[in-house]
C-alpha cells in the first residue's frame, strides 16, 4: 500500500488515508461481500450482535465486568471505523444498518454504564470513556 499511496500514508495519523483506501476498493465490491469487512471490523464486539437489540442492550450492561472491558483506545478506533464506512459506503450496508445500529447502542450502554460506576474505573481510564460519550 505504501509503494501505491506514497510515504505519508504511515503511522498513526494517517490511519484514515489507510482506511480510505480500502473503502475505495470495497465500494467496487457487491453488497453481500461487505459483510466480511463489517464481520471484521466488528469482531471486537461481536457479542452485541446476538439477539434482538433492546435484549442485547440489556444484556450489555447486565454482562458488563469493569475487568473485562475492551480498553477505549481500541472502543475509540471501532467507532471511528465505522463512521469512515458509514461515511464511504452507506449505499453497500442498508441491510447491515440495524446490526450496526444494535452495536453502537450496546456500546453506548456499556460506556454509560461505566460512567454511572466510575468510582471503580481508573482515572486514566474515565477520560477516554469521557471523550467516547461525545
Known sequence: MKNKTGSK???????????????????????????????????PVKHFKNGECHSAVLRAVEDLDLS?????????????????VLKNVSHLISAYLPKILQILLCMTAA???????????????????RSLNR
Do not use: Y
Not at 15 to 42: C, H, K, N, W, Y
Not at 121 to 126: A, F, L, Q
Open 111 to 129: 460506556v454509560s454504564h461505566i460512567l454511572d460506576q466510575r468510582e471503580k474505573v481508573r482515572v486514566s481510564e474515565m477520560l477516554a470513556s
Open 68 to 84: 473485562k472491558v475492551l480498553p477505549m483506545g481500541r472502543q475509540h478506533g471501532i467507532l471511528n471505523s465505522l463512521e469512515v
Open 9 to 43: 500514508t504511515q503511522g498513526k495519523s494517517a490511519s484514515g488515508t489507510r482506511m480510505a483506501i480500502v473503502l475505495r476498493f470495497l465500494a467496487g465490491t457487491q453488497p453481500e461481500e461487505i459483510q466480511f469487512f463489517l464481520d471484521l471490523l466488528s469482531e
